[in-house]
């Protein structure tokens, strides 16, 4: 099977130029700026648009096993497909919750049989597993995921012992996530001694507050220096936690990394009036001072990779404030629309975004032949078309939630097509729901 991808501007390594791309059985075999003469299976016209690589998105939530009524891998990998996501990492917080070598090979057996686009999924750390740590295959799995705060069950970690072993212990990198529960804890007593039960949602950012997530990513941060682990801070959400991480012109060559969220760069706690618990996520969405200053660390060398932290809900476990409604919203189809409309705003440059969301996932995890657009690799693209208005409305949702805080937003970028390991996965509007995505290697040496 030959395709041609033929007339984009194709971004990819810093660079743009018109070109054309070359796959064959799933590879990509040749990038060139001279339309190949030969014959082929397939032609993808691209003329008006930009061919990126397929989005990495190292931090999702697609619900499976256990909380399926909310998402499931087949649906939210669909959604990732429509929004040119071709590879996703999912996180352990499910039920069971992915701490055993047998629930995380379960997971896996799922998404072979579901996953629209290509998977791998966090092993979760709890106090008292950290010795099936040596038994993971590293060529299967991002890293191990961390709850330092934010977590129930036996997945909240914060004893200085559990994590002084959980740190020293750890070869993989270990993503985590950063709020202090006593923090959290006290300031929930004061909200609801001053506002009752359950303090209105424009609260939360004041009760997961930034002390909260300061303390605990220092926390964090001084352990990884203490004995060399690979730490990468999930969702960033404060000005004050970027001062902890290195500033360096490749932001991943440092063992001390950080990701940024697409709900944190794009809404502000000025939105909780006009969205409510829609976005009400942890840590919270906090002030427009915190959302300047992370996206200015999208281009200083702070932020190394954007993910979502895709987490979706039924609306109605959405209602109520700080106590009742559930935190987390569905992004993953409006990603990469939603950044590419903070390019339009010169938040940042495409060539960066792409870095971003796609190099450099694919180099901080080791993943395998992924991320680029590069001879040998596999052929994972997004076409995406720009000055195309378009508005979301619930018919062209994929997550099975059914609902996103972006309903009623119009973008000007489009996703025309999305391709995994070069089969047309997303077009014209429609998932080919034949198609399914592949396991992800990783090389954790590379």
């Not at 039960?197 to 930034?210: F, G, K, M, T, Y």
């Not at 476990?317 to 903070?342: D, H, N, W, Y």
């Not at 694919?362 to 078309?385: C, S, T």
């Not at 047309?424 to 992800?440: F, M, P, R």
Request: a negative charge; proline letters at 4%.
């Amino acid at each position: 099977m030959r395709t041609l991808v033929k007339g984009g501007r194709i971004v990819n390594e810093g660079r743009i130029f018109d070109g054309s791309v070359v796959i064959e059985d799933g590879n990509i075999i040749d990038i060139t700026k001279q339309q190949p003469e030969t014959s082929f299976d397939e032609i993808i016209d691209a003329s008006g648009c930009y061919v990126l690589p397929g989005v990495i998105d190292d931090h999702v939530h697609f619900r499976e096993p256990g909380l399926t009524e909310k998402a499931d891998i087949e649906s939210e990998s669909r959604a990732a497909a429509a929004g040119g996501v071709t590879s996703y990492f999912d996180m352990p917080n499910c039920k069971p919750q992915t701490t055993t070598l047998e629930a995380l090979n379960e997971k896996f057996e799922r998404a072979k049989r579901s996953s629209h686009v290509n998977y791998s999924f966090f092993y979760g750390a709890t106090n008292d597993n950290i010795q099936t740590f040596a038994q993971l295959d590293e060529h299967r799995i991002p890293g191990i995921k961390l709850f330092m705060g934010s977590s129930t069950g036996n997945m909240l970690v914060d004893g200085k012992e559990a994590l002084e072993r959980i740190f020293s212990s750890v070869k993989l990198p270990l993503m985590v996530h950063c709020e202090d529960t006593d923090i959290i804890n006290h300031n929930m007593e004061e909200a609801q001694k001053a506002w009752g039960d359950d303090p209105q949602v424009n609260l939360h950012s004041l009760i997961r507050s930034e002390e909260a997530c300061l303390a605990s990513s220092r926390k964090a941060v001084e352990l990884a220096k203490k004995y060399g682990t690979r730490l990468h801070i999930a969702h960033l959400s404060t000005a004050e936690e970027l001062e902890l991480i290195p500033v360096c012109s490749d932001s991943i060559a440092t063992n001390i990394t950080a990701e940024a969220c697409v709900g944190h760069l794009y809404f502000t706690e000025l939105d909780y009036q006009r969205l409510g618990a829609r976005i009400k996520v942890n840590p919270s969405i906090k002030t427009p001072v915190d959302q300047f200053l992370l996206r200015q660390a999208l281009t200083d060398g702070r932020i190394a990779v954007i993910g979502t932290d895709h987490a979706p809900h039924l609306l109605e476990q959405k209602q109520g404030g700080c106590c009742r409604a559930a935190s987390g919203m569905p992004m993953i189809q409006f990603s990469l629309v939603t950044m590419l409309e903070l390019v339009d705003e010169k938040v940042l440059t495409i060539e960066r975004m792409v870095e971003l969301m796609c190099h450099n996932p694919a180099r901080l995890f080791g993943v395998e032949r992924r991320g680029f657009l590069r001879k040998g690799y596999r052929a994972d693209i997004a076409i995406v078309r720009p000055k195309t208005p378009w508005k979301v409305t619930t018919d062209v949702i994929q997550s099975k939630c059914g609902w996103s805080p972006v309903e009623g937003h119009e973008y000007q970028w489009r996703v025309e097509r999305t391709l995994c390991n070069g089969k047309t996965v997303y077009a014209d509007g429609q998932v080919n729901s034949e198609v399914l995505g592949e396991e992800i290697s990783f090389d954790h040496a590379s």
